[in-house]
C-alpha cells in the first residue's frame, strides 16, 4: 500500500524559505513521476512541480521557478521541495503525489502540509 507523507510545513514572512519533504513507501518508485501540488484558501488545487524518481528530471509552474527546487533522495525514499523568496500568494495546503509516468493522472495522494507566508 503506497503512504505518501509530508511534513516542513509551517509559517513564515515573506522573504523566508521552507523545505517540504514526502516521504514514500509501500513500494519502489522507479518508474513513477512524484509531483507537489498546492490549495490556496478558496481556490483549486494547482501544479507545483515534478520529478521523475528514476532520472531525476523535473518541472515547475511558471508561478514557482527559480524560486522552488524539487529533488528527491533515493536511499530515503524522500522528495523535498526548497521553497525560497516566500511570497504571501504562496500561502496554501501543499500535497505531494505520485503517479507512473505512463499515466497522466496522479494514483496516490499525501494528507498536505499548511505553509503560510506573512507579509
Known amino acids: 500500500q503506497v503512504q505518501l507523507v509530508e511534513s516542513g510545513g509551517g509559517s513564515v514572512q515573506a522573504g523566508g524559505s521552507l523545505r517540504l519533504s514526502c516521504l514514500a513507501s509501500?513500494?519502489?518508485?522507479?518508474?513513477?513521476?512524484m509531483g507537489w501540488f498546492r490549495q490556496p484558501p478558496g481556490k483549486e488545487r494547482e501544479f507545483v512541480a515534478h520529478?521523475?524518481?528514476?532520472?531525476?528530471?523535473?518541472g515547475y509552474a511558471d508561478s514557482v521557478k527559480g524560486r522552488f527546487t524539487i529533488s528527491r533522495d533515493n536511499a530515503k525514499n524522500t522528495v523535498y521541495l526548497q521553497m525560497n523568496s516566500l511570497k504571501p500568494e504562496d500561502t496554501a495546503v501543499y500535497y505531494c503525489?505520485?503517479?507512473?509516468?505512463?499515466?497522466?493522472?496522479?494514483?496516490?495522494w499525501g494528507q498536505g502540509t499548511q505553509v503560510t507566508v506573512s507579509s
Open positions: 503525489a505520485a503517479r507512473r509516468i505512463s499515466t497522466r493522472e496522479y494514483e496516490h
Open positions: 509501500g513500494r519502489t518508485f522507479s518508474g513513477y513521476v
Open positions: 520529478i521523475t524518481w528514476s532520472f531525476g528530471s523535473t
